[in-house]
């Protein structure tokens, strides 16, 4: 309440005073609103529910076979396409792939790189080294390797080949692998099994969820060059 017996001078200092001191005061008594009784709870974004990955994993209605869309909850968000920072001695447009942490690299300038999860060889089919690619495939046949149907009785039944297709298991695009000009036998390719990414499944190729085996296919021309890494003993 204004005090009528000090000047009028006086009342507006007190009042100017009294105001400065209750906004400093403001940031304070926020300070205790937010960590009393009520604590502020943080939002956490789920990327499976982020829009963007919903439409860069959703359904592909126009390719020769119809893509559906990814069940994202199948999948470890770390493992969706991203551009990242990426120190490399390699040049820009290289592959570079990373067995051990299940990331494929497509190198790119100034310390960047496009970064695709991947499924890898399981015990005693990874390797390393260096390769390029020779040819290209889009809704791939699989002619499952001698070795293979000796192995495995649903490749055997494929010996002849296995035409392109939702349930190949080449996916929808493949990047076949020459070392010294010869056909290493290994691809960079689709999956069937979107789940399998961030695992060791494979025979010893590089299996991507098919809409980024679809955006790397259209990066990448023949003649890259492709490196991979030696990861951990497991793999060497």
Not at 21 to 31: C, E, K
Not at 93 to 114: C, F, N, S, W
């Amino acid at each position: 309440m204004t005090n009528k017996s000090l000047p009028i001078v006086e009342q507006s200092r007190r009042s100017a005073v009294s105001r400065r001191v209750f906004l400093a005061g403001l940031p304070l008594a926020l300070s205790a609103c937010a960590g009393g009784g009520v604590p502020m709870v943080p939002v956490v974004t789920d990327p499976r529910r982020d829009p963007q990955y919903l439409s860069m994993y959703g359904a592909m209605p126009d390719e020769q076979f119809p893509i559906p869309a990814i069940d994202l909850r199948q999948i470890d968000p770390r493992y969706f396409r991203r551009e990242v920072g990426y120190d490399s001695e390699e040049a820009p447009g290289t592959i570079v792939i990373e067995p051990h942490d299940k990331y494929l690299y497509l190198v790119q300038p100034d310390g960047r790189a496009m970064r695709y999860g991947i499924g890898v060889g399981r015990e005693g089919f990874g390797w390393s080294g260096r390769a390029v690619i020779r040819r290209k495939a889009e809704w791939p046949s699989w002619h499952p390797p001698v070795e293979m149907q000796a192995r495995d009785e649903k490749a055997k039944l494929w010996a002849d080949g296995m035409p392109g297709g939702l349930q190949n298991p080449l996916g929808a695009r493949a990047l076949y692998l020459y070392q010294g000009g010869r056909d290493t036998l290994y691809r960079i390719h689709g999956t069937n099994e979107p789940w399998t990414i961030g695992s060791n499944v494979s025979s010893g190729c590089i299996r991507m969820i098919n809409q980024d085996a679809i955006d790397l296919y259209r990066r990448v021309p023949t003649g890259t060059e492709v490196v991979v890494l030696e990861g951990n003993p497991y793999f060497s």
